[in-house]
Protein backbone atom coordinates (compact mmCIF):
# COMPACT_ATOMS: atom_id res chain seq x y z
CA UNK A 1 0.00 0.00 0.00
CA UNK A 2 1.30 3.35 -1.02
CA UNK A 3 2.52 5.69 2.13
CA UNK A 4 0.60 8.61 1.60
CA UNK A 5 -2.32 6.54 2.63
CA UNK A 6 -1.51 5.82 6.06
CA UNK A 7 -0.68 9.60 6.85
CA UNK A 8 -4.00 10.17 8.39
CA UNK A 9 -3.95 6.56 10.32
CA UNK A 10 -0.22 6.62 11.43
CA UNK A 11 -0.71 9.36 14.28
CA UNK A 12 -3.17 7.98 15.71
CA UNK A 13 -1.82 4.86 16.34
CA UNK A 14 1.47 5.59 17.45
CA UNK A 15 -0.55 8.37 19.79
CA UNK A 16 -2.41 5.27 21.37
CA UNK A 17 0.99 3.03 21.50
CA UNK A 18 2.72 6.04 23.42
CA UNK A 19 -0.17 5.59 26.19
CA UNK A 20 0.46 1.93 26.93
CA UNK A 21 1.63 1.00 30.50
CA UNK A 22 5.40 -0.17 30.27
CA UNK A 23 6.23 -3.80 31.83
CA UNK A 24 7.37 -1.84 35.63
CA UNK A 25 4.18 -0.28 35.95
CA UNK A 26 2.13 -2.92 35.00
CA UNK A 27 4.13 -5.25 37.52
CA UNK A 28 3.60 -2.72 40.16
CA UNK A 29 -0.15 -2.28 39.77
CA UNK A 30 0.02 -6.39 40.29
CA UNK A 31 1.04 -5.52 43.91
CA UNK A 32 -1.33 -2.34 44.88
CA UNK A 33 -5.01 -2.36 46.40
CA UNK A 34 -7.89 -1.98 44.38
CA UNK A 35 -8.81 1.75 44.89
CA UNK A 36 -5.07 2.75 44.30
CA UNK A 37 -5.51 0.95 40.77
CA UNK A 38 -9.16 2.76 39.99
CA UNK A 39 -7.28 5.69 41.17
CA UNK A 40 -4.43 5.21 38.06
CA UNK A 41 -6.66 4.17 35.51
CA UNK A 42 -8.69 7.25 35.78
CA UNK A 43 -5.59 8.88 34.85
CA UNK A 44 -4.95 7.35 31.57
CA UNK A 45 -7.01 6.60 28.41
CA UNK A 46 -9.28 4.52 29.96
CA UNK A 47 -10.89 7.52 31.94
CA UNK A 48 -13.69 7.78 29.53
CA UNK A 49 -14.88 4.13 30.31
CA UNK A 50 -14.12 4.19 33.67
CA UNK A 51 -15.62 7.53 34.32
CA UNK A 52 -19.80 6.08 33.16
CA UNK A 53 -19.54 3.50 35.77
CA UNK A 54 -21.78 4.69 38.65
CA UNK A 55 -20.25 5.12 41.96
CA UNK A 56 -22.24 2.20 43.32
CA UNK A 57 -21.45 0.05 40.72
CA UNK A 58 -17.58 0.60 40.76
CA UNK A 59 -16.02 -3.20 41.27
CA UNK A 60 -13.85 -5.77 39.37
CA UNK A 61 -16.60 -6.77 37.02
CA UNK A 62 -17.79 -3.47 35.84
CA UNK A 63 -13.85 -1.64 35.87
CA UNK A 64 -13.31 -5.39 33.45
CA UNK A 65 -15.67 -4.36 31.14
CA UNK A 66 -14.59 -0.99 30.87
CA UNK A 67 -11.55 -2.12 29.99
CA UNK A 68 -12.65 -4.28 26.83
CA UNK A 69 -14.81 -1.11 25.55
CA UNK A 70 -11.61 0.98 25.27
CA UNK A 71 -10.09 -1.66 23.46
CA UNK A 72 -13.23 -1.72 21.14
CA UNK A 73 -13.38 1.75 21.32
CA UNK A 74 -9.55 1.76 20.13
CA UNK A 75 -10.25 -0.65 17.21
CA UNK A 76 -13.06 1.46 15.69
CA UNK A 77 -10.98 4.85 16.19
CA UNK A 78 -8.16 3.41 14.46
CA UNK A 79 -10.65 1.61 11.85
CA UNK A 80 -12.71 4.92 10.93
CA UNK A 81 -9.20 6.22 9.95
CA UNK A 82 -7.78 3.75 8.15
CA UNK A 83 -7.80 2.93 4.27
CA UNK A 84 -10.70 0.60 3.10
CA UNK A 85 -8.81 -2.53 2.82
CA UNK A 86 -7.62 -2.02 5.96
CA UNK A 87 -10.78 -0.89 7.43
CA UNK A 88 -12.67 -3.96 6.01
CA UNK A 89 -9.87 -6.18 7.99
CA UNK A 90 -10.25 -4.32 11.25
CA UNK A 91 -13.59 -4.50 11.22
CA UNK A 92 -13.85 -8.32 10.85
CA UNK A 93 -11.00 -8.83 13.55
CA UNK A 94 -13.93 -6.80 15.59
CA UNK A 95 -15.74 -9.74 14.50
CA UNK A 96 -14.14 -11.71 17.17
CA UNK A 97 -16.24 -9.90 20.05
CA UNK A 98 -19.52 -10.56 18.33
CA UNK A 99 -18.36 -13.97 18.26
CA UNK A 100 -17.62 -13.70 22.13
CA UNK A 101 -20.85 -12.27 22.88
CA UNK A 102 -22.57 -14.97 20.90
CA UNK A 103 -20.97 -17.86 23.05
CA UNK A 104 -21.75 -15.84 26.08
CA UNK A 105 -25.61 -16.34 24.99
CA UNK A 106 -25.03 -19.97 23.87
CA UNK A 107 -24.01 -20.60 27.04
CA UNK A 108 -26.32 -19.02 29.26
CA UNK A 109 -28.85 -20.96 27.23
CA UNK A 110 -27.21 -24.08 27.88
CA UNK A 111 -26.68 -23.25 31.49
CA UNK A 112 -30.35 -21.55 31.93
CA UNK A 113 -29.32 -18.66 33.75
CA UNK A 114 -31.41 -15.42 33.62
CA UNK A 115 -31.52 -13.09 31.26
CA UNK A 116 -29.70 -10.34 33.50
CA UNK A 117 -27.15 -12.76 34.79
CA UNK A 118 -26.04 -13.43 31.30
CA UNK A 119 -25.30 -9.92 30.68
CA UNK A 120 -23.18 -9.05 32.95
CA UNK A 121 -20.86 -11.69 30.92
CA UNK A 122 -21.44 -9.28 27.40
CA UNK A 123 -19.63 -6.57 26.25
CA UNK A 124 -21.20 -5.16 23.22
CA UNK A 125 -19.20 -5.21 20.50
CA UNK A 126 -20.21 -4.70 16.42
CA UNK A 127 -23.65 -6.03 15.47
CA UNK A 128 -23.80 -7.47 18.70
CA UNK A 129 -25.04 -4.64 20.47
CA UNK A 130 -26.73 -4.24 24.35
CA UNK A 131 -30.01 -4.05 22.38
CA UNK A 132 -29.32 -7.64 20.66
CA UNK A 133 -27.92 -9.66 22.78
CA UNK A 134 -30.78 -8.83 25.61
CA UNK A 135 -33.23 -9.52 22.47
CA UNK A 136 -31.77 -12.77 21.61
CA UNK A 137 -31.89 -13.99 25.37
CA UNK A 138 -35.22 -13.04 26.14
CA UNK A 139 -36.73 -14.20 22.92
CA UNK A 140 -34.79 -18.00 22.82
CA UNK A 141 -35.50 -21.03 25.03
CA UNK A 142 -33.44 -22.98 23.10
CA UNK A 143 -29.84 -22.88 21.54
CA UNK A 144 -31.16 -23.69 18.23
CA UNK A 145 -33.72 -20.32 18.94
CA UNK A 146 -30.05 -18.27 19.18
CA UNK A 147 -28.99 -19.77 15.82
CA UNK A 148 -32.08 -18.82 14.04
CA UNK A 149 -32.09 -15.38 15.32
CA UNK A 150 -28.74 -14.25 14.58
CA UNK A 151 -28.86 -15.93 10.76
CA UNK A 152 -28.46 -12.93 8.91
CA UNK A 153 -24.95 -12.98 10.47
CA UNK A 154 -22.85 -14.10 7.64
CA UNK A 155 -20.69 -16.18 9.95
CA UNK A 156 -23.38 -18.13 11.60
CA UNK A 157 -24.42 -19.97 8.55
CA UNK A 158 -22.21 -23.08 9.40
CA UNK A 159 -23.64 -23.25 13.05
CA UNK A 160 -26.78 -25.69 12.61
CA UNK A 161 -24.59 -28.04 10.73
CA UNK A 162 -23.17 -28.93 13.75
CA UNK A 163 -25.91 -28.38 16.01
CA UNK A 164 -26.65 -32.58 16.02
CA UNK A 165 -23.66 -32.95 17.79
CA UNK A 166 -24.45 -30.46 20.72
CA UNK A 167 -27.95 -32.71 20.76
CA UNK A 168 -25.99 -35.61 20.91
CA UNK A 169 -23.31 -34.50 23.31
CA UNK A 170 -24.53 -31.46 25.04
CA UNK A 171 -21.35 -29.89 24.72
CA UNK A 172 -20.95 -26.84 23.18
CA UNK A 173 -17.42 -27.14 21.58
CA UNK A 174 -18.46 -27.89 17.94
CA UNK A 175 -20.51 -24.84 17.70
CA UNK A 176 -17.99 -22.55 19.65
CA UNK A 177 -15.19 -23.81 17.47
CA UNK A 178 -17.18 -24.01 13.91
CA UNK A 179 -18.55 -19.89 15.00
CA UNK A 180 -13.95 -19.43 15.46
CA UNK A 181 -13.50 -21.03 12.29
CA UNK A 182 -15.75 -19.21 10.33
CA UNK A 183 -14.62 -15.58 11.95
CA UNK A 184 -11.20 -16.54 11.24
CA UNK A 185 -12.05 -17.08 7.30
CA UNK A 186 -13.89 -13.75 7.12
CA UNK A 187 -10.29 -12.52 8.22
CA UNK A 188 -8.53 -14.83 5.74
CA UNK A 189 -10.92 -13.32 3.33
CA UNK A 190 -10.17 -9.32 4.59
CA UNK A 191 -6.18 -10.19 4.33
CA UNK A 192 -6.54 -11.51 0.62
CA UNK A 193 -8.02 -7.78 -0.21
CA UNK A 194 -4.94 -6.12 0.61
CA UNK A 195 -2.13 -5.59 -1.41
CA UNK A 196 2.31 -6.48 -1.56
CA UNK A 197 3.75 -6.28 1.44
CA UNK A 198 0.65 -5.42 3.53
CA UNK A 199 -0.62 -8.66 2.87
CA UNK A 200 2.33 -10.53 3.40
CA UNK A 201 2.72 -8.69 6.76
CA UNK A 202 -1.01 -9.47 7.71
CA UNK A 203 -0.84 -13.17 6.73
CA UNK A 204 2.43 -13.31 8.93
CA UNK A 205 0.69 -11.21 11.75
CA UNK A 206 -2.22 -12.90 12.00
CA UNK A 207 -0.70 -16.34 11.28
CA UNK A 208 1.12 -16.11 14.37
CA UNK A 209 -1.96 -15.91 16.65
CA UNK A 210 -4.25 -18.23 14.44
CA UNK A 211 -1.23 -21.24 14.56
CA UNK A 212 -0.58 -20.28 18.34
CA UNK A 213 -4.73 -21.14 19.14
CA UNK A 214 -4.77 -24.09 17.26
CA UNK A 215 -1.32 -25.26 19.35
CA UNK A 216 -3.86 -24.45 22.38
CA UNK A 217 -6.11 -26.70 20.56
CA UNK A 218 -4.24 -29.80 20.23
CA UNK A 219 -2.55 -29.28 23.48
CA UNK A 220 -5.86 -29.15 25.25
CA UNK A 221 -6.92 -32.17 23.36
CA UNK A 222 -3.82 -33.84 23.92
CA UNK A 223 -4.30 -33.60 27.73
CA UNK A 224 -8.42 -34.33 27.71
CA UNK A 225 -7.70 -37.32 25.74
CA UNK A 226 -10.14 -36.31 23.09
CA UNK A 227 -10.45 -37.97 20.03
CA UNK A 228 -8.41 -37.29 17.16
CA UNK A 229 -11.09 -36.24 14.73
CA UNK A 230 -12.08 -33.69 17.40
CA UNK A 231 -9.14 -32.43 17.97
CA UNK A 232 -8.70 -32.05 14.09
CA UNK A 233 -12.60 -30.61 13.68
CA UNK A 234 -11.75 -27.95 16.38
CA UNK A 235 -8.79 -26.37 14.62
CA UNK A 236 -8.97 -22.93 12.40
CA UNK A 237 -8.15 -22.77 9.46
CA UNK A 238 -4.34 -23.75 8.60
CA UNK A 239 -1.80 -20.69 8.21
CA UNK A 240 1.01 -19.94 5.95
CA UNK A 241 3.33 -21.69 7.94
CA UNK A 242 2.08 -24.56 9.40
CA UNK A 243 -0.03 -26.51 7.03
CA UNK A 244 -3.31 -28.38 8.11
CA UNK A 245 -1.34 -31.76 7.17
CA UNK A 246 1.60 -30.82 9.72
CA UNK A 247 -1.04 -29.86 12.82
CA UNK A 248 -2.27 -33.40 12.16
CA UNK A 249 0.67 -34.87 12.46
CA UNK A 250 1.12 -33.26 15.88
CA UNK A 251 -2.18 -34.73 16.58
CA UNK A 252 -0.97 -38.20 15.90
CA UNK A 253 1.72 -38.43 17.98
CA UNK A 254 1.93 -40.35 21.30
CA UNK A 255 1.83 -37.21 23.83
CA UNK A 256 2.07 -33.41 24.47
CA UNK A 257 5.72 -33.98 24.40
CA UNK A 258 5.72 -35.37 21.15
CA UNK A 259 3.39 -32.89 19.90
CA UNK A 260 5.26 -29.87 20.75
CA UNK A 261 8.74 -32.00 19.10
CA UNK A 262 6.96 -32.04 16.15
CA UNK A 263 5.70 -28.69 15.35
CA UNK A 264 9.31 -27.43 16.53
CA UNK A 265 10.60 -29.61 13.72
CA UNK A 266 8.07 -27.97 11.33
CA UNK A 267 9.31 -24.62 12.91
CA UNK A 268 12.87 -25.22 12.05
CA UNK A 269 12.31 -26.78 8.79
CA UNK A 270 10.55 -23.46 7.68
CA UNK A 271 13.05 -21.47 9.53
CA UNK A 272 11.15 -19.14 11.21
CA UNK A 273 12.85 -18.21 14.07
CA UNK A 274 9.58 -16.77 16.37
CA UNK A 275 7.59 -20.12 16.14
CA UNK A 276 11.13 -21.91 17.16
CA UNK A 277 11.17 -19.30 20.16
CA UNK A 278 8.00 -19.93 20.89
CA UNK A 279 7.60 -24.08 20.71
CA UNK A 280 10.92 -24.32 22.61
CA UNK A 281 9.92 -22.15 25.35
CA UNK A 282 6.50 -24.50 25.41
CA UNK A 283 9.12 -27.85 25.73
CA UNK A 284 10.80 -25.95 28.01
CA UNK A 285 7.55 -25.22 30.39
CA UNK A 286 6.50 -28.68 29.82
CA UNK A 287 9.35 -30.21 30.76
CA UNK A 288 9.66 -28.32 34.27
CA UNK A 289 6.03 -27.81 35.12
CA UNK A 290 3.34 -30.00 33.26
CA UNK A 291 0.69 -27.43 33.57
CA UNK A 292 -1.50 -26.85 30.69
CA UNK A 293 -2.44 -23.44 31.84
CA UNK A 294 0.90 -22.24 31.91
CA UNK A 295 1.63 -23.49 28.72
CA UNK A 296 -1.11 -21.27 27.35
CA UNK A 297 0.66 -18.57 29.59
CA UNK A 298 3.91 -19.07 27.27
CA UNK A 299 1.99 -18.82 24.26
CA UNK A 300 0.26 -16.00 24.90
CA UNK A 301 3.93 -14.06 26.17
CA UNK A 302 5.18 -15.68 22.60
CA UNK A 303 2.65 -13.32 20.85
CA UNK A 304 3.04 -10.53 23.27
CA UNK A 305 6.69 -10.21 22.54
CA UNK A 306 6.79 -10.58 18.63
CA UNK A 307 4.41 -7.79 18.69
CA UNK A 308 6.58 -5.56 20.92
CA UNK A 309 8.95 -6.35 18.62
CA UNK A 310 7.21 -5.82 15.44
CA UNK A 311 6.03 -2.58 16.56
CA UNK A 312 9.86 -1.36 17.12
CA UNK A 313 10.32 -2.93 13.12
CA UNK A 314 7.27 -0.93 11.46
CA UNK A 315 7.05 2.04 13.54
CA UNK A 316 9.75 3.81 11.09
CA UNK A 317 7.12 2.64 8.06
CA UNK A 318 3.87 3.05 6.40
CA UNK A 319 2.03 -0.57 6.39
CA UNK A 320 -0.14 -2.69 8.39
CA UNK A 321 2.54 -3.87 10.59
CA UNK A 322 2.63 -1.36 13.12
CA UNK A 323 -1.62 -1.71 13.13
CA UNK A 324 -1.54 -5.36 14.00
CA UNK A 325 1.37 -5.03 16.67
CA UNK A 326 -0.25 -2.24 18.72
CA UNK A 327 -3.35 -4.04 18.69
CA UNK A 328 -2.23 -7.35 20.17
CA UNK A 329 0.12 -5.09 22.52
CA UNK A 330 -2.84 -3.37 23.23
CA UNK A 331 -5.07 -6.58 23.64
CA UNK A 332 -2.33 -8.30 25.86
CA UNK A 333 -2.43 -4.63 28.67
CA UNK A 334 -6.43 -4.75 28.99
CA UNK A 335 -5.86 -8.58 29.78
CA UNK A 336 -3.32 -7.79 32.08
CA UNK A 337 -5.34 -4.98 33.85
CA UNK A 338 -8.45 -7.27 34.39
CA UNK A 339 -6.50 -9.88 35.81
CA UNK A 340 -4.90 -7.40 38.27
CA UNK A 341 -8.52 -5.59 38.95
CA UNK A 342 -9.66 -9.03 40.25
CA UNK A 343 -6.70 -9.98 41.42
CA UNK A 344 -6.63 -6.72 43.57
CA UNK A 345 -11.03 -7.25 44.35
CA UNK A 346 -9.94 -10.59 46.02
CA UNK A 347 -7.30 -9.91 47.99
CA UNK A 348 -4.86 -12.41 45.94
CA UNK A 349 -0.85 -12.37 47.11
CA UNK A 350 0.88 -10.07 44.60
CA UNK A 351 2.95 -13.36 43.44
CA UNK A 352 0.24 -15.26 42.41
CA UNK A 353 -0.81 -11.90 40.21
CA UNK A 354 1.83 -11.27 39.02
CA UNK A 355 2.88 -15.11 37.75
CA UNK A 356 -0.65 -14.73 35.62
CA UNK A 357 0.29 -11.74 33.69
CA UNK A 358 1.12 -11.78 29.83
CA UNK A 359 4.17 -9.82 30.28
CA UNK A 360 7.93 -10.17 27.64
CA UNK A 361 10.58 -11.99 29.00
Known amino acids: MKAWKYKRLMPTVIGARLELFDRNDIVDLASRSFDYIYSILTKTSYLIEISKIPRNKINAASIQNALLKNYLRTCRTIEENSPKDISYLLSTIIMKFEADNIKSILRAKSAGISVDEAMNFI ?4 RM ?10 NSKHIMDVIELLSDLDYTHSLKDVL ?3 EETGIL ?14 IYKAIGKLKGKDRKIAQTVIGLEIDSMNIRVILRGKSLGIDEDQIKHSLLPASEIISKKELENAIKTKDITSSIESLLATAKYNSVIDYQYMLTALLREYDSSHSLSQLELVLDRSLLKTSLRMIKKYTPYFNIGLILAFLYAKWFEVKNLRVIVRGAEDKIPH ?11
Do not use: F, T
Open 351 to 361: DRIEALLILPD
Open 123 to 126: VPAG
Open 129 to 138: DEIRCRSVLE
Open 173 to 186: LPIEASLARSIYKQ
Open 164 to 166: GDY
